[in-house]
């Protein structure tokens, strides 16, 4: 990490025309968090990775910054029933490299997806697609695993679409240095964990968003807070997200700087244990998992760590998303109650406790730690890089974790249900009542119905404390006056639909 920073701050030092920022030669530098390894949409298993791959490679659909499904690579669908969807592909667009676009692609790619063998990173996204049938040169057939009400949402946030013949050529990591897509940019330098570099493309279609802006777009690794604000008011880059509150106090004190807060779709959760998945541990006993959530003042933790707009949960969902009820049992911040409940458990002179967590949610484990600790849990935080802590937690070896979920952008509780229950692969809880209600709204159209079988599951959920529902994500920009740039209700930052005014 060192070497990295190191690394980037040479490269502004010593920085070519082409890296520097400002208006003036209509580029963008972007100073991201995230260390992109590859930019193979179906390589990575980092969420973030996507929204730069964004720039470069298309859904069928697209998300406006006011979270609606539009035409983008699809024109027009029409639901035939409750599992088939019928959609007509645009026709007159290119990849980068000038292989045509149509209906082979779309086939391909859900082909891809579909293969057990390809190792697809995040292969879960796609189970609620079963197949892709070509109906025409410009018009397919999707049939759904089961009737999936947020189907258009979930395919204006995934399925990136790959050149078929151009991917077949290659290999995924070859892909993943050089990608080509239909997307607004085009990349013409890529170097692992540093920086991506893209050039507007020409030929892109009339899309219904707009066009490029760009001439050049740089995504620059920094993965140090306190770099990126460093080259932000330093003017060597433009855009920088994911701020916490105190960063963004800085910033107000810079006359060239805007800063703005949006919402997201994300929400954090403390993961428990109570299924002893991981073998036998205290989250078990109910008593301590009460103790657990009235010693967290979750309110604060929000506001201090996210800002001002978060949310203090009582599901682990986001309250827009259909189906996230939050109308359950609720639990005050009461340290003389939470010690109460540690008297009457199985260990009432406490224990020691890891709680893991990758990068940017350490702070939020922190202070989980910290007030943990006033009711006799010797609490410490396990920090883990990125990769390395969704392997272990999906893989059933983390006992105790904080958990960031994006839902993809989704609107729908079907976005979060299957990865954490459902006997999915985060499912460390482990029960059958709430796993068959879950997994049954997610498939029917009835609203009403959907609706009573999550009241029961986050009901049960709720009444025995089976996580910790923690705070909504707020997303916090800053960057040069001059950039016209909007928030995206979602929390993503739509680079590609922003330019200088």
Same mark, same amino acid.
């Given at each position: 990490?060192?070497?990295?920073k190191i690394?980037?701050?040479? *490269? *502004?030092?010593?920085?070519?025309?082409?890296l520097c920022?400002?208006?003036?030669?209509n580029?963008?530098?972007?100073?991201?968090?995230?260390?992109?390894?590859? *930019?193979?949409?179906y390589?990575?298993?980092?969420?973030?990775?996507?929204?730069?791959?964004?720039?470069?490679?298309e859904?069928?659909l697209?998300?406006?910054?006011?979270?609606?499904?539009k035409?983008?690579?699809?024109?027009?669908?029409t639901w035939?029933?409750?599992?088939?969807?019928?959609f007509?592909l645009r026709?007159g667009?290119?990849?980068h490299?000038?292989?045509?676009f149509?209906?082979?692609?779309?086939?391909?790619?859900?082909?891809?997806?579909?293969?057990?063998?390809?190792?697809i990173?995040?292969?879960?996204?796609?189970?609620?697609?079963e197949?892709?049938?070509k109906?025409?040169?410009?018009?397919i057939?999707?049939k759904?695993?089961?009737?999936?009400?947020?189907a258009?949402?979930?395919?204006?946030?995934?399925?990136?679409i790959?050149?078929?013949?151009?991917?077949?050529?290659?290999?995924?990591a070859?892909?993943?240095?050089?990608?080509v897509?239909t997307?607004?940019?085009?990349?013409t330098?890529f170097?692992?964990?540093q *920086?991506?570099?893209?050039?507007?493309?020409e030929?892109?279609?009339?899309?219904?968003?707009?066009?490029?802006?760009?001439d050049?777009?740089?995504?620059?690794?920094?993965?140090?807070?306190q770099?990126?604000l460093?080259?932000?008011?330093?003017?060597?880059?433009d855009?920088?997200w994911?701020?916490?509150?105190?960063?963004?106090?800085?910033?107000?004190?810079?006359?060239?700087?805007?800063t703005?807060?949006?919402?997201?779709?994300?929400?954090?959760?403390?993961?428990?244990?109570?299924?002893?998945?991981?073998g036998?541990?205290?989250?078990?006993?109910?008593?301590?998992?009460?103790a657990?959530?009235?010693a967290?003042?979750r309110?604060?933790?929000g506001?201090v760590m996210?800002?001002?707009?978060?949310?203090?949960?009582e599901?682990s969902?986001?309250?827009?998303?259909?189906?996230?009820?939050q109308?359950?049992?609720?639990?005050?911040?009461?340290?003389?109650?939470?010690k109460e409940?540690?008297?009457?458990s199985?260990?009432?002179d406490g224990f020691?406790m890891?709680?893991?967590?990758?990068?940017?949610?350490?702070?939020?484990?922190?202070a989980?730690?910290?007030?943990?600790?006033?009711?006799g849990?010797?609490?410490?935080?396990?920090?883990?890089e990125t990769?390395a802590?969704?392997k272990?937690?999906?893989?059933?070896?983390i006992?105790?974790g904080?958990?960031?979920?994006?839902?993809?952008?989704?609107y729908?509780?079907?976005?979060?249900t299957p990865?954490?229950?459902?006997?999915?692969q985060?499912?460390?809880?482990?029960?059958a009542e709430i796993?068959?209600?879950f997994a049954e709204?997610?498939?029917?159209?009835?609203?009403?119905?959907?609706?009573?079988?999550?009241?029961?599951g986050f009901?049960?959920?709720a009444?025995?404390?089976?996580?910790?529902?923690?705070?909504?994500k707020?997303t916090?920009y800053?960057?040069?006056?001059?950039?016209?740039?909007?928030?995206?209700?979602?929390?993503?930052?739509?680079?590609?639909m922003?330019g200088?005014?």
């Amino acid at each position: 990490m060192k070497n990295l920073k190191i690394f980037a701050l040479s *490269m *502004m030092t010593l920085a070519p025309a082409s890296l520097c920022a400002g208006q003036a030669d209509n580029s963008l530098v972007w100073g991201y968090d995230t260390q992109l390894e590859s *930019m193979n949409p179906y390589a990575t298993n980092k969420g973030k990775a996507q929204l730069v791959m964004r720039n470069v490679l298309e859904h069928l659909l697209y998300r406006t910054a006011d979270g609606q499904a539009k035409p983008a690579l699809a024109t027009s669908w029409t639901w035939v029933d409750a599992t088939t969807i019928d959609f007509t592909l645009r026709e007159g667009v290119t990849f980068h490299n000038g292989e045509a676009f149509d209906a082979d692609d779309v086939v391909y790619t859900v082909a891809q997806i579909k293969n057990p063998d390809a190792k697809i990173s995040a292969q879960g996204d796609y189970k609620f697609i079963e197949s892709v049938e070509k109906t025409g040169q410009y018009s397919i057939r999707m049939k759904l695993s089961k009737p999936t009400p947020s189907a258009i949402d979930r395919l204006s946030q995934t399925l990136f679409i790959l050149p078929n013949e151009t991917y077949e050529a290659m290999d995924a990591a070859e892909f993943g240095r050089a990608p080509v897509g239909t997307g607004p940019y085009k990349v013409t330098g890529f170097e692992a964990g540093q *920086m991506v570099e893209f050039e507007r493309n020409e030929a892109y279609y009339d899309a219904e968003w707009g066009q490029p802006q760009f001439d050049k777009l740089t995504v620059l690794t920094l993965p140090d807070p306190q770099t990126r604000l460093a080259e932000l008011t330093s003017g060597r880059v433009d855009f920088v997200w994911g701020l916490s509150p105190d960063d963004m106090m800085q910033l107000t004190m810079s006359p060239d700087i805007e800063t703005v807060s949006g919402d997201s779709t994300t929400v954090t959760f403390l993961s428990l244990d109570p299924n002893a998945r991981t073998g036998d541990n205290p989250t078990q006993d109910k008593n301590v998992r009460l103790a657990m959530i009235h010693a967290i003042d979750r309110a604060v933790v929000g506001q201090v760590m996210q800002g001002a707009a978060s949310i203090a949960l009582e599901s682990s969902c986001h309250p827009k998303q259909f189906g996230c009820i939050q109308d359950v049992a609720g639990y005050e911040y009461n340290v003389e109650k939470a010690k109460e409940y540690m008297a009457a458990s199985a260990y009432p002179d406490g224990f020691e406790m890891k709680i893991a967590a990758f990068t940017e949610n350490a702070r939020i484990a922190e202070a989980v730690t910290g007030y943990l600790r006033k009711i006799g849990i010797e609490a410490t935080v396990d920090q883990r890089e990125t990769t390395a802590w969704v392997k272990d937690y999906f893989a059933g070896e983390i006992p105790v974790g904080i958990v960031p979920w994006p839902s993809n952008g989704v609107y729908d509780v079907s976005s979060i249900t299957p990865f954490f229950f459902e006997e999915g692969q985060g499912d460390y809880i482990g029960d059958a009542e709430i796993n068959a209600w879950f997994a049954e709204a997610g498939s029917i159209i009835d609203e009403e119905e959907r609706l009573r079988l999550y009241a029961l599951g986050f009901g049960k959920m709720a009444d025995e404390v089976l996580n910790i529902p923690m705070v909504t994500k707020v997303t916090n920009y800053a960057y040069r006056s001059g950039l016209d740039f909007t928030p995206a209700a979602d929390g993503y930052p739509l680079i590609y639909m922003a330019g200088w005014k």
